[in-house]
């Protein structure tokens, strides 16, 4: 196991970049990306929900997933993977979290500079205005209703064939090709733009760490592999770098 390298290389660290995925909500109990859906909705891939077509064709079937999912995440804790990444954050001059995740639970567990690559579920917006609402009316049939325009409200999310928010993807790709450590956890590295970040770390002189309980198309490109649930690997190495 690479740990003590890892340890070692976070320590001498001046700015470390992390990109997270699904497998770090993992242990909160939110299912991966691509975990087989539960319940009602086994009958959906979420391939065929997340996309503006699902949307116009069906709002009130999309609302209700989003919904549904959002009262998983609401009972959902962050984990130990979440909280040692807050912890690192404190150790290291300058800290970049981009994540792919949609659930806040970075936030949550107190995370500071977060780059939310795909947006965040608990945020809605009109899908006419692209504009932020924070209050309305719940009346009839989901979706609920812009109070300024009466377009369907959406969740503030990047759905498949959306294009990423330009601060987004320029704030992931800098802190990628500058960090000196890059630290990718808990994706299956297939998305794009998110998919490239390690590599652009890597082209940067990054050392490149990849945490996954599987491997990845990054997995024989990583200067480390540390196989394993990020909710015991992260802590593990914390207390490895910066024991008691
Ligand atoms: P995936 O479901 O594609 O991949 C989850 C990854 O986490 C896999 O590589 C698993 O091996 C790994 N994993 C599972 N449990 C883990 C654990 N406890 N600890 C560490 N790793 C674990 O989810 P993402 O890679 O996040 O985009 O998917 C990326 C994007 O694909 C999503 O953000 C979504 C989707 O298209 C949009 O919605 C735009």
Known sequence: MHTTEVAAALKGAKHVAILTGSGISAESGVPTFRDAQTGLWSQFKPEDLATPEAFRGNPKLVWEWYAWRRGLIARAQPNAGHLALVELEQRIPEFTLITQNVDGLHQRAGSRNVIELHGNINRTKCSEEDLPVTEWKERGDPPPRCPRCGGPLRPDVVWFGESLRAEAIEGALMA???????????????????????????????????????????TNHATFRLPGPAARVLPELLRVAWPA
């Open 176 to 218: 990628s090709r500058r960090c000196d450590v890059f630290l990718s956890i808990g994706t299956s590295t297939l998305v794009q733009p998110a998919a490239s970040l390690p590599f652009e770390a890597a082209e940067g002189g990054a050392t490149v760490i990849e945490i996954n309980t599987d491997v990845t198309p990054l």
